[in-house]
Each structure stands twice: as C-alpha cells, then as structure tokens.
C-alpha cells in the first residue's frame, strides 16, 4: 500500500485528504519512485475547484502534484538508464506526485545531482520550465531592461535569475521583505501597487524592453503602458489579457518535451549558479495546510511536501 492525497469532488482546501491506496505497478516505460519531496503549485489549486475545469477536466477519485523528486523502486518494461536506488527528479503526468510512490514515464526523469537538497530536487519542475519558457519568450538581451512581477514566488524566483544570466538589467516586482533577496541577486527590486508604473520609469531611465508577468491582474496592461511591444511581454496568469492584447503566454510547454531543461537547470542549482528558495515544507498529511499557505499567494520560492 502507498498514501497519497486524493479529492472525491471540486472544492476548497477541505476536500484534500491523504488516503490508503494500492501499490503502483510500473508499466512499460514507466517507473516507481518513492517521493521524498513533491512541490505544490497554484495550478493544482485551481483544477482542485473546479475553475479551469473546461482545459484541465477532472475524474474522480483525483490525485494531485506533478512535481516530485525520489528513489527509484522498481522499474518497468522497456527502461533503460535507470535502476531501483537511483535518486531522480521528474514530474507525473497523472496528478498523482503528492504520494509516498508514484509513476513516472522513464522520460520524464533525470538525475538528481547530489548536491541538490529533496525540497529543491521536488519542487523544480513546474516553476523551473516555466520560468525558463516565459524568459525565453521574451528574449532579454544584454543592453536592456526586463521587468518581472511576482518576482520572488516559486516561477518569478528563477526567472528573475535566469534573465540576469542573459546580461540584461531585471526589475523585479515584490513587497518590500523581498527586496533584499532580490538585490543579492542583482535584481532591481520595485514595489508593487498604487504608483508602480513611476517607480519603474525611475528605475529604468533607458525604457523597459521586455516584460515578463507571473501574477496577472493588470501586469500586461501596464506594461503596454510601459512602451514594451507586445511580442516582448509574456504572461503566465492572465489569458484574458493575452487574448484581448495579443501578448505571449509561453510557460512550461515551451521548454519542450521530456527532462532536458530540468536537467539543465538542476546542473545550475547544484552548480550554486541559481537558486531556489524553499518557504517551507510539510508532511503529506498537511497538505491542506500547505495549500492554505500557498493560497494567501505570498510565497517567497517553493511550498514542499514530504512525504
Ligand atoms: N502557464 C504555465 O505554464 C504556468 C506554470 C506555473 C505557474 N503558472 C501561474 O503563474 C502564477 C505564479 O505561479 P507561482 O508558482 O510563481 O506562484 P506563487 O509562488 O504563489 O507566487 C507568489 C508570489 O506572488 C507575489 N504577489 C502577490 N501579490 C502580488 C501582486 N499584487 N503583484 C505582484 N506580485 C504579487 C508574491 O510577492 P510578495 O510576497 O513579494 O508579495 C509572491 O512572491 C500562478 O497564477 C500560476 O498558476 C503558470
């Protein structure tokens, strides 16, 4: 047997519970993986309510969590390159990460490097290839100035970083207990709300080139305002304002299919050369304090459960 968090129907943090379920048998190409960190993401919680439920239907029961990091126990049929004790990192492409053992197609796996602690190996995947698929899509250069908001959440934390490695000047959009964070990262820290457009002009003397929004309400407007063109804005959150203004919307599915940018940014972590702050971690059986944390959207890096 295996406990894994499980929901009967779409609702608030209150439908999640940890249940009792049978073993997972690897099949072909697949492999078993004992979970010792799954990271959580604002998307689950969306699919848990059922509001996106016309893109990212649901059955019920239904697991949770893409994100995971573990040790190999068994593998299935047709895998090569892997073996039971191989300590890995990947993501489950069947919600059902937050488990003591889940399936993972073999090429959604990677290595973990020793060097990377459970909590970042489990929490990487999502907020990893998004945050690179949304700097990609906007190109930064050296020379120029990239805006980002939410930029200490799980996907904003990396992306400021891996814009900065494009030797372009970033600004970062956070409340204040985040700045100092930024700045030590070489981020120009900007605080949000009522006059933000100003400080960002005083910020950027030289215009912003580029602007990558992981929070929605209002970001992509603002940077229209802000004289970006739209094919240099991503957006992560806010389709509406994709759809109505013709802005990007790269994210994870950007990066391509299978591990590789994982790996590559799993290599930078372990390397000291990114970071990805861990605000905390939890025992399977919080995962409904987990997400109440999650929820109050003012995360500084990545939530972690640990099975
Ligand atoms: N399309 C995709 O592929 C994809 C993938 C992953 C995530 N997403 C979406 O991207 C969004 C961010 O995900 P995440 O995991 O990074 O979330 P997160 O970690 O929960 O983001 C928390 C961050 O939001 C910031 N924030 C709160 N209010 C803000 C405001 N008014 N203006 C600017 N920043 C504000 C907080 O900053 P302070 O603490 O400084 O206040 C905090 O650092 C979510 O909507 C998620 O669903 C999309």
Redesign the pocket.
């Known amino acids: 047997m295996s406990r894994a968090v499980r929901y009967d129907e779409f609702g608030g943090i209150d439908v999640l519970r940890v249940d009792e379920v049978e073993r997972p048998v690897p099949g072909d190409g697949q492999v078993l993986v004992r979970v010792k960190a799954a990271g959580i993401?604002?998307?689950e919680a969306?699919i848990r309510t059922g509001a996106v439920s016309n893109i990212f239907p649901s059955t019920f029961p239904s697991g949770q969590g893409s994100d995971l990091a573990g040790i190999i126990e068994e593998v299935g049929a047709g895998v090569s390159g892997f073996a039971p004790g191989d300590e890995v990192i990947g993501f489950n492409q069947h919600r059902a990460a937050q488990a003591e053992l889940a399936l993972v197609e073999a090429g959604d796996l990677t290595r973990k490097p020793e060097k990377l602690s459970w909590e970042v190996a489990g929490s990487l995947y999502?907020?990893g290839v998004?945050a690179w698929?949304a700097v990609h899509a906007v190109q930064p250069a050296e020379g120029e100035t990239v805006v980002i908001?939410?930029?200490?959440?799980?996907?904003?934390s990396l992306a400021v970083q891996l814009a900065r490695r494009t030797g372009a000047t970033v600004i970062g959009?956070?409340?204040e207990?985040?700045h100092q964070w930024l700045k030590s990262h070489g981020v120009i820290p900007v605080a949000?709300g009522d006059g933000v457009a100003d400080r960002i002009r005083a910020a950027a003397p030289g215009g912003v080139h580029a602007f990558v929004d992981?929070?929605?309400?209002g970001y992509v407007e603002l940077a229209l305002a802000l004289g970006v063109p739209a094919d240099r804005i991503d957006t992560?959150?806010d389709y509406a304002a994709a759809a109505k203004y013709g802005v990007k919307?790269d994210?994870?599915?950007e990066a391509g299919p299978g591990a590789g940018i994982l790996a590559e940014l799993a290599g930078l972590i372990a390397d000291g050369q990114l970071e990805l702050p861990i605000a905390g971690a939890y025992p399977l059986a919080q995962v409904r304090e987990a997400y109440t944390e999650?929820e109050r959207?003012?995360?500084?890096g990545k939530i972690v459960l640990r099975p």
């Open positions: 993401n604002p998307s969306a999502v907020v998004t698929g908001s939410g930029a200490a959440g799980g996907v904003g959009l956070a409340s207990g985040n949000y992981t929070h929605g309400g992560i959150a919307t994210g994870g599915a999650l959207r003012h995360t500084h």
